[in-house]
């Protein structure tokens, strides 16, 4: 789960959706890394968890959406999400220690702070 800084952004070549919505829209019933969220409710519960902790937004990208992936899953699915930092150093933190959490949970290496304005979230 790497982080990047300067203008770099993991949205700027990828397809993405606003995570909520996303999910909302979706009729798959295990849409967002189905091996971390038992279901789209427990995606939404992250997603908003991340919102309310200072995410200026929350982004899916990487989404399965093929004919094969609709037709098994009843809709799309993705294990990605791309969060937009806040400029405030307390969110930030906040946001950081969420993002801890999941990398050691995955066996991930974990990134500090140094001014990037997005983190990447996958889910292997």
Known sequence: MPGRCGSFSYLQNSN???AKDW???NKNAFPLASNRFNSKEDALKFVDNLYKNGAQGVYVINVYQDSRTIKDENGPYADTLVVKLPPDKDN???LFDIYTDETKREGFD????????????WWD
Do not use: P
Not at 110 to 121: A, K, R
């Open 16 to 18: 993405y959706f606003e």
């Open 110 to 121: 974990t990134v500090s702070d140094f001014g990037q304005s997005e983190l990447l979230f």
């Open 92 to 94: 930030r933190k906040k």
């Open 23 to 25: 999910l909302n829209e």
